[in-house]
Structure formats: C-alpha cells, structure tokens
C-alpha cells in the first residue's frame, strides 16, 4: 500500500533549474532511505543521489555540485533541486524508497533538457 508520487518534471533549456518532489504515503517515511535514480533512452536506469534516514547524502560524480537531495519528514516528502541542467539530463526520474525490508518505486517523472 506505499505509494511514491513524483511531480516536477518538465521542459528546461540548458543552464536551468527544476525542482522535482516525491511523496510518500503508507510508509514510516522517518525511518526510510530515499533516492532517485534516472533512465534515459537507451540506457540503463542509474543512480542519481540518495539520503539516509539520518540525512547523510550521496551524489553520482555526473551531478555533484549541481544536483541537492533533501527530505522533509512532516511532510513525508524528498526532493531533487537541480541547477545547471544538461543536455546529457535528459532522463525520465524515479523515486525510491527503502524502509527495513520493503521497497517501492515511483512512477516516474520526465525531464528533458533542450535549447
């Protein structure tokens, strides 16, 4: 019954900025690790970033210092700023949640990054 859903996605040129937000529901959202991960045509879904249930962030090398995970635990939400967009952005972006043993997906949110 946990259900992940994403919103923020859209059109940007290059050099610009989205916020993306996912929120969870039927979840112990205080307790769970969050990431988002990305698939762009043709390729294998990787992984963009993730944050602990204590905070702790990690980056994939290809976004650090452009890209902040953070979570909002009263409102059972993560987001993903993303600054200084890419053409090589283009991707459509999941949300993941682990809470102990179960995970959940998000459905999916597009991003494309075009002058």
């Known amino acids: 019954q946990v259900q992940l859903v994403e919103s923020g996605g859209g059109l940007v040129q290059p050099g610009g900025s989205l916020r993306l937000s996912c929120a969870a529901s039927?979840?112990?959202?205080?307790?769970?690790?969050m990431a988002w991960y990305r698939q762009a045509p043709g390729k294998q879904r990787e992984l963009v970033a993730t944050?602990?249930?204590?905070?702790?962030?990690n980056y994939a090398d290809s976004v650090k210092g452009r890209f902040t995970i953070s979570r909002d635990n009263a409102k059972n939400t993560v987001y993903l700023q993303m600054n200084s967009l890419k053409l090589e952005d283009t991707a459509v972006y999941y949300c993941?949640?682990?809470?102990?043993?179960?995970?959940?997906w998000g459905q999916g949110t597009q991003v494309t990054v075009s002058s």
């Open positions: 993941y949640l682990v809470e102990g043993r179960d995970t959940r």
């Open positions: 944050i602990t249930s204590g905070g702790t962030t």
């Open positions: 039927g979840s112990i959202f205080s307790i769970a690790a």
